[in-house]
């Protein structure tokens, strides 16, 4: 269920703080385990590491990424591929 339009985004003010100070073109990067922020137009630009339960994954953001939420971008699960045997063979023929 999304967010009420009443309401507006979830915008972490601690974290727009962080990014105001730094300077444009600056490669810190910024520390995140709110994955349910929203990503605003002051962040383009920047590195932030957003926290997947195990590590922080560095995620530069770009401007198509305004608007979606941080944690889109850093995967919690890893996929290790299907199969077995079959799946061995067919893999070793390409």
């Known amino acids: 269920m999304s967010r ?5 985004p979830y915008i972490n003010e601690r974290l727009v703080k962080k990014v105001q100070n730094l300077k444009p ?3 810190t990067i910024i ?10 137009p002051e962040m383009v630009g920047f590195t932030l590491g957003v926290h997947n339960g195990r590590q922080h994954t ?7 990424m305004v608007g ?13 591929s299907h199969g077995g045997k079959l799946a ?3 893999k070793g023929k390409k």
Not at 4 to 8: A, N, P, T, V
Not at 58 to 64: A, C, K, T
Not at 68 to 80: A, D, N, Q, W, Y
């Open 4 to 8: 009420s339009l009443k309401k507006g």
């Open 25 to 27: 073109g600056d490669k």
């Open 31 to 40: 520390k995140v385990w709110d994955r349910a922020a929203t990503i605003t």
């Open 58 to 64: 560095p995620v530069y953001v770009v401007e198509n």
């Open 68 to 80: 979606h939420k941080l944690g889109e971008f850093s995967p919690t699960r890893k996929f290790v």
């Open 88 to 90: 061995k063979d067919q």
